[in-house]
């Protein structure tokens, strides 16, 4: 990759990851990687352009159907796509389906942009993650393979030990925190072939173990705010994205937000 690329604009589709929870800004809103590399891209470029489709919640399906050929239309330098993962954590998941819409959505945008980029999503170190990592690892075999086929390159973000830790996710323990988005998007700035800032895959320095009672009132929590509305969610059919709108909607000229 040229190390003196310039992109003069970027596509981002996929779930509550592309979205940036939970990389919550004053407001109330979300930032999150793409908006961090979109900002950093624009430094470079007059007139840079960016759109985020992303909606928190969405599958694979919902990627294809609503975000996809909108996508491709735009004809963008930079499309990325990270869809999948939500689908593998349900408690019954179709993985020929899921292998077979990302093909799909691959074969739509490589072809339709000037860089297509994939990813090897990041998962947290734990119990669940251990439960449906041979899913995971499936996608990503299947990822790596789309990439080598239609020429997308791929960012492993699974590979990196430090996107694991616990420390690196919010209390939710299903999205990153400020400090995980900012390390995404310096990975995703390294793999368009920009020159590097810090090395994302710098490791924390060694955790402090909390005492027994600190880990069992973080568990009574995350159960209480975060697991007990996930499984509600799960079981009338429900998602947390039902209703929200693409976060950015159109390709428009990147203004950073004020302050």
Same mark, same amino acid.
Request: overall charge neutral; hydrophobic content about 40%.
């Given at each position: 990759?040229?190390?003196?690329?310039?992109?003069?604009?970027?596509?981002?589709? #996929?779930?509550?990851?592309?979205? =940036?929870?939970?990389?919550?800004?004053?407001?109330?809103?979300? !930032?999150?990687?793409?908006?961090?590399? $979109? $900002?950093?891209? *624009?430094?470079? &470029?007059?007139?840079?352009?960016?759109?985020?489709? $992303? /909606? !928190?919640?969405?599958?694979? =399906?919902?990627?294809?159907?609503?975000?996809?050929? /909108?996508?491709?239309?735009?004809?963008?330098?930079? /499309?990325? %796509?990270? =869809?999948?993962?939500?689908? &593998?954590?349900?408690?019954?998941?179709?993985? #020929?389906?899921?292998?077979?819409?990302? &093909?799909?959505?691959?074969?739509?945008?490589?072809?339709?942009?000037?860089?297509?980029?994939?990813?090897?999503?990041? #998962? @947290?170190?734990?119990?669940?993650?251990? @439960?449906?990592?041979?899913?995971?690892?499936? %996608?990503? /075999?299947? +990822?790596?393979?789309?990439? *080598?086929?239609?020429?997308?390159?791929? +960012?492993?973000?699974?590979?990196?030990? +430090?996107?694991?830790?616990? !420390?690196?996710?919010?209390?939710?323990?299903?999205?990153?925190?400020?400090? #995980?988005?900012?390390?995404?998007?310096?990975?995703?700035?390294?793999?368009?072939?920009?020159?590097?800032?810090?090395?994302?895959?710098?490791?924390?320095?060694? *955790?402090? @173990?909390?005492?027994?009672? *600190?880990?069992?009132?973080?568990?009574? !929590?995350?159960?209480?705010?975060?697991?007990?509305?996930?499984?509600?969610?799960?079981?009338?059919?429900?998602?947390?994205?039902?209703?929200?709108?693409?976060? @950015?909607?159109?390709?428009?000229?990147?203004?950073?937000?004020?302050?």
């Amino acid at each position: 990759m040229e190390i003196n690329a310039q992109y003069n604009s970027l596509v981002a589709l #996929g779930d509550s990851f592309t979205e =940036g929870m939970s990389d919550r800004l004053p407001d109330g809103t979300y !930032r999150g990687w793409a908006d961090l590399l $979109a $900002a950093r891209l *624009a430094t470079r &470029t007059p007139e840079f352009r960016y759109a985020n489709l $992303a /909606v !928190r919640g969405k599958l694979i =399906g919902q990627i294809v159907d609503e975000q996809v050929d /909108v996508a491709a239309a735009m004809k963008a330098d930079v /499309v990325t %796509l990270v =869809g999948g993962l939500n689908d &593998t954590l349900r408690p019954k998941c179709d993985m #020929g389906r899921v292998r077979g819409l990302l &093909t799909e959505a691959v074969e739509k945008l490589a072809p339709a942009c000037g860089q297509l980029v994939l990813m090897r999503s990041p #998962g @947290r170190n734990g119990p669940v993650m251990e @439960r449906f990592r041979p899913r995971m690892e499936e %996608l990503f /075999v299947h +990822v790596d393979e789309l990439a *080598a086929r239609h020429g997308a390159l791929v +960012v492993d973000l699974y590979g990196a030990p +430090v996107l694991g830790d616990q !420390r690196m996710w919010d209390v939710d323990r299903l999205h990153l925190t400020d400090e #995980g988005h900012r390390r995404v998007a310096e990975a995703v700035w390294q793999t368009l072939g920009l020159p590097a800032e810090h090395d994302w895959r710098t490791e924390l320095p060694p *955790a402090v @173990r909390p005492g027994w009672a *600190a880990r069992r009132a973080a568990d009574a !929590r995350f159960a209480r705010e975060h697991l007990g509305p996930w499984v509600m969610r799960r079981l009338t059919g429900r998602s947390s994205g039902d209703g929200l709108p693409a976060k @950015r909607p159109e390709l428009l000229p990147y203004e950073a937000p004020t302050a």
